[in-house]
């Protein structure tokens, strides 16, 4: 059998057999059961002792809530003037200048959110205190942020009613020193001995074989590798991410961060389903996402290893399929895998340039983003998911003429109205975006920014179009991959995606979690014959269409518009 | 409310401490024993470095083998890919013309030989490999400019090819740098 192919299957699989057990132990974790890595206890003890915390402390929907977002409005004020100064502060070997604000603005929303969407370069934006006091200390903390969020609400549906919830703090804590810690650690000292740089040393400079003068950028880049994937952040080190030879030096180091940023995705909702001890949920609800992946999957693999139809016209041979943008060391097969993973989980580092793809991958890249649910960011994949579920029990609810109910609560007005506004809100967001764009583009070409309008796209035609659509929509889903022709630091995109990305995350973190609390507190139903089941095969199927109809309506007429008319045309 | 604000500044300082100074010297500090200590692999020749193991080079002269085009002409204070788009009539040209210059310095190659590898640019612009048949396709013309017996060139570049990892998952590829650094030992 083809070792492309091989390949991509053996990383599934080694996804699996990691992911799942580390589902269960998460769930006992959160629990506060006995796991191997108690252990930790004194350094979590000595954390909580040190910022005044005291975990015993119970808190409801809404407290969680302030805590989370004080926190994380900290993280911004801080980010925001460190990105500005960092010219006049240490740790700059490189002499990188300082961001201007509206950069500033961008990034720093970006890491906080979760996203990294990356309108710097890493080697020429950034000086070496950034990168690991903002940009990689926000890696860790954003991931722990939705996992935290995540927990709070599984703590909802555990017991019958219940307004105590947990406190944030020790969720929030516990996810890095159990979870995104250690994996980093073991993650970062693999990728540095397969050749990804450790060290603080600065630029470099030698003289090839040929007799040029060739600089490297160099740097501690192994250490935020490692987390960028295992909280599903994607930011990287270098400009080029993961298709950098420092970031991503072999096929082993490709299987590695491939399986990385899949495992805590799957995790949680495996953790889910054994922390409310209801583990067919936790089955389902994985069996619709990875029906889900699969079928964005093998639709790329097939165009990308059918290569380039305009290259296959010059007459050359295309056997190794369409390599525009792509790595030789890990091939179609595996740069195709990389982009389905990337784009259904909001991790958004590449290891080939997704701009470059056939244009019916680019089609399914952004509907992965679109969707946002299969797997999903680290715990946010599953709230995001929640809110689909929440919708397709109301809908399964009117069609059998009875009052909706979720895990023994009546969903009632009130939820509903909270879930329709989350799922109403990414198309806005991105559809409306996009046409904004769109207008600046043709009708004020001129305008006087850093990078003037009508020299935006690095593609004529309906690729242009798709360029600003995919920036939007990976703002939204807080993905951060881009079709990176787009000129996209001036102060319109900085300015446009940052609120997109702000409002992006956190009303999707908020109403998922507002939602579960409302249901929590709400009296326990006992299970009877009328129940609409929610862990059967038919209700999964009745999620599954709740999601493809729901972004087909969403989308479709923005997706004719860009990646499938450029299939169209490429046809002729 | 105040109390959450006190608690967010005082947690965050912690886990600075933690998370960007424990951790990443600690990893810096193991990275030490790996190849290069932890700053890139280097390759010497004669005492001098002439590059690093990870990182391809621009090669244009006939003696040596090439790599493929790049966004950044191999400039590794930088790296990006060209992001062009596939039905993009400017990059379609590109393209042509790379097959033309391929085909005028390897005669007695068809176009149904070369690879797209080839005429296409990598996705960080510092792509160290070639494929199997890039590095077919210029034999002749190595083998011709070095005065060498084809044979034997053919034997370089098999020495030189990567196999697929654990011989059974992902391609197969040729490093340009050290085939052309062996080329240059004979």
């Not at chain 1, 980093?184 to 693999?190: E, K, L, N, P």
């Not at chain 1, 069996?287 to 007459?315: D, H, Q």
């Amino acid at each position: 059998m083809n070792t492309e192919l091989t390949g991509i299957i053996a990383t599934f699989l080694l996804t699996l057999v990691i992911a799942i057990p580390l589902g269960k132990y998460l769930a006992k974790v959160f629990a506060g059961e006995k796991v191997w890595t108690d252990f930790l206890k004194p350094l979590e003890t000595g954390i909580y002792k040190l910022s005044g915390i005291n975990i015993k402390e119970q808190m409801n929907w809404k407290q969680q809530l302030k805590a989370l977002l004080t926190i994380n409005i900290l993280w911004l004020f801080y980010g925001f003037f460190v990105l500005i100064f960092q010219d006049k502060l240490p740790f700059n070997p490189d002499g990188n200048p300082g961001m201007t604000p509206d950069l500033a603005f961008n990034t720093i929303i970006s890491f906080v959110a979760n996203c990294n969407l990356q309108h710097y370069s890493g080697e020429s934006g950034v000086s070496y205190l950034t990168q690991q006091y903002v940009l990689m200390f926000l890696q860790f903390v954003s991931a722990a942020t939705g996992i935290a969020a995540a927990v709070v609400l599984f703590k909802a549906f555990r017991d019958k009613t219940t307004t105590e919830l947990g406190n944030f703090w020790e969720f929030f804590v516990k996810s890095i020193t159990r979870l995104l810690l250690p994996l980093s650690f073991v993650m970062a000292i693999i990728l540095t001995f397969s050749g990804t740089p450790a060290s603080y040393e600065g630029k470099d400079q030698f003289i090839s074989l040929q007799g040029d003068t060739v600089h490297v950028s160099r740097g501690p880049a192994a250490q935020m590798i490692a987390i960028k994937h295992l909280g599903t952040n994607g930011g990287g080190y270098f400009g080029a991410n993961s298709a950098h030879p420092f970031e991503n030096p072999s096929y082993f180091t490709n299987m590695v961060e491939l399986i990385a940023q899949v495992i805590i995705p799957i995790a949680m909702v495996i953790a889910f389903g054994y922390f409310i001890r209801r583990k067919k949920l936790a089955w389902t609800i994985f069996g619709v996402m990875t029906i889900g992946l699969f079928m964005l999957l093998l639709p790329m693999l097939s165009s990308e290893l059918g290569g380039n139809p305009a290259l296959a016209k010059m007459g050359i041979s295309q056997t190794t399929g369409a390599m525009e943008g792509k790595e030789v060391r890990f091939g179609p097969a595996a740069s195709a895998y990389w982009a389905t993973v990337t784009t259904i989980i909001s991790t958004g580092s590449v290891n080939s340039m997704h701009d470059s793809t056939m244009p019916m991958s680019g089609t399914w890249q952004l509907l992965g983003m679109m969707i946002n649910s299969f797997y999903g960011g680290c715990g946010v994949g599953l709230l995001n998911y929640f809110i689909y579920l929440i919708v397709a029990v109301f809908i399964s609810g009117l069609m059998v003429g009875r009052t909706p109910e979720f895990l023994g609560h009546k969903v009632e007005a009130r939820e509903i109205k909270i879930a329709a506004i989350i799922t109403l809100l990414s198309p806005f967001l991105i559809l409306a975006g996009t046409a904004i764009a769109s207008y600046i583009f043709t009708s004020h070409g001129d305008a006087a920014w850093a990078v003037q309008p009508k020299n935006w796209l690095n593609n004529p035609g309906f690729h242009g179009f798709s360029e600003m659509l995919y920036e939007m929509t990976s703002s939204n889903a807080n993905n951060g991959s881009g079709f990176e022709g787009l000129g996209d630091n001036n102060i319109f995109w900085n300015l446009s995606t940052g609120i997109v990305i702000f409002l992006g995350r956190f009303l999707p973190i908020i109403g998922p979690v507002a939602i579960a609390g409302l249901l929590g507190a709400k009296k326990f139903i006992p299970e009877s014959a009328g129940t609409l089941k929610t862990d059967t095969k038919t209700f999964a199927l009745m999620t599954f269409a709740v999601i493809l109809v729901l972004n087909a309506l969403s989308y479709f007429p923005a997706l004719a518009l860009g990646p499938l008319a450029e299939y169209f045309t490429m046809l002729k | 409310m105040k109390k959450y604000i006190i608690q967010s500044i005082r947690l965050t300082l912690v886990l600075l401490v933690l998370l960007c100074v424990v951790y990443p010297i600690t990893v810096a500090f193991i990275g030490k024993m790996s190849k290069g200590n932890g700053g890139g692999e280097k390759i010497t020749k004669n005492g001098k470095t002439v590059g690093y193991a990870l990182l391809g080079q621009s090669f244009t002269k006939p003696q040596y083998f090439w790599g493929r085009p790049s966004a950044v002409a191999y400039n590794a204070a930088g790296s990006a890919g060209s992001n062009k788009g596939p039905s993009n009539p400017d990059y379609l040209k590109e393209v042509q013309s790379r097959i033309d210059t391929l085909l005028k310095y390897n005669p007695g190659i068809k176009k149904s030989d070369i690879p797209a590898d080839m005429v296409t640019a990598s996705g960080s612009g510092l792509d160290p490999n070639i494929s199997e048949q890039g590095a077919a396709i210029q034999i002749q013309r190595v083998a011709k400019a070095r005065n060498l017996d084809e044979k034997k060139v053919k034997e370089l570049v098999a020495m030189n090819t990567l196999k697929p990892f654990m011989g059974m998952f992902g391609p197969s590829s040729v490093n340009v740098l050290k085939l052309n650094l062996a080329l240059d030992e004979l």
